[in-house]
């Protein structure tokens, strides 16, 4: 069974740092672009930052100098390390990918379950 699985969430002080993990298991041929997106309470999910294969990085202009995204291709994994916290990044962090599961199959956008980010002193 296909999954990605976030880990690395919980509660820091602002200014702290956190390190996010989403892992990708089950049959997988190929993953094409990852990316990290939030969810804040009574807010829409946004687009923190993308990673292509080949490593060339986007990200939010409110994270941008904060936040570093970064790919492990041999272990379909992607990660986000988060520096200088603010309240203001409190929200369900998801991590999402589009994937093959076979070398003529189509490319399907994945999620993970979410891990809770909190900011607060």
């Known amino acids: 069974q296909l999954q990605l699985v976030e880990s690395g969430g919980g509660l820091v002080q602002p200014g702290g740092s956190l390190r996010l993990s989403c892992v990708a298991s089950g049959s997988i041929f190929s993953i094409n672009a990852m990316g990290w997106y939030r969810q804040a309470p009574g807010k829409q999910r946004e687009l923190v930052a993308t990673i292509t294969f080949g490593g060339n990085t986007n990200y939010a202009d409110s994270v941008k100098g904060r936040f570093t995204i970064s790919r492990d291709n041999a272990n379909n994994a992607m990660y986000l390390q988060m520096n200088s916290l603010k309240p203001e990044d409190t929200a369900v962090y998801y991590c999402?990918?589009?994937?093959?599961?076979?070398?003529?199959?189509?490319?399907?956008?994945?999620w993970g379950q979410g891990t809770q980010v909190t900011v607060s002193s």
């Open positions: 999402n990918t589009a994937l093959k599961t076979s070398r003529w199959g189509s490319w399907n956008d994945y």
